[in-house]
């Protein structure tokens, strides 16, 4: 049972900074790439930022300037570093973590995390 753990969400103030963290258990799921989305209330979900198997990364245009996307290889997860938040990022952000299960390692799989909320206040 791949279980992701999000981490990193909360309460800042706008011009903020918080940074999420998405890490599964190496011995079961081994995460090579992944992304951040994010939901609003009203609004679908969006992509924040991605980054694949090759290091290849892709921004949403709200987060191009402001947000970093990386992949941990020791610690096996996708960090999304947030800087100069406003009150338009607050939302639940989702991982999409991409890997292989250790018990199927010839065919990558992905798992959605549980959703972390943020909250920019002004």
């Known amino acids: 049972q791949v279980q992701l753990v999000e981490s990193g969400g909360g309460v800042v103030q706008a011009g903020g900074s918080l940074t999420l963290s998405c890490s599964a258990d190496?011995?079961?799921?081994?995460?090579?790439?992944g992304g951040w989305y994010r939901e609003a209330p009203g609004n679908p979900r969006e992509l924040v930022a991605d980054?694949?198997?090759?290091?290849?990364?892709k921004y949403g245009d709200s987060a191009k300037g402001r947000f970093t996307i990386s992949r941990d290889n020791v610690k096996n997860a996708v960090h999304l570093q947030m800087n100069n938040l406003n009150l338009a990022d607050t939302a639940v952000y989702y991982c999409?973590?991409?890997?292989?299960?250790?018990?199927?390692?010839?065919?990558?799989?992905?798992?959605w995390g549980q959703g972390t909320q943020v909250t920019v206040s002004s």
């Open positions: 999409l973590a991409r890997g292989f299960l250790q018990s199927l390692p010839w065919a990558e799989t992905s798992r």
């Open positions: 190496k011995a079961i799921f081994l995460i090579n790439g």
């Open positions: 980054i694949n198997r090759e290091g290849s990364i």
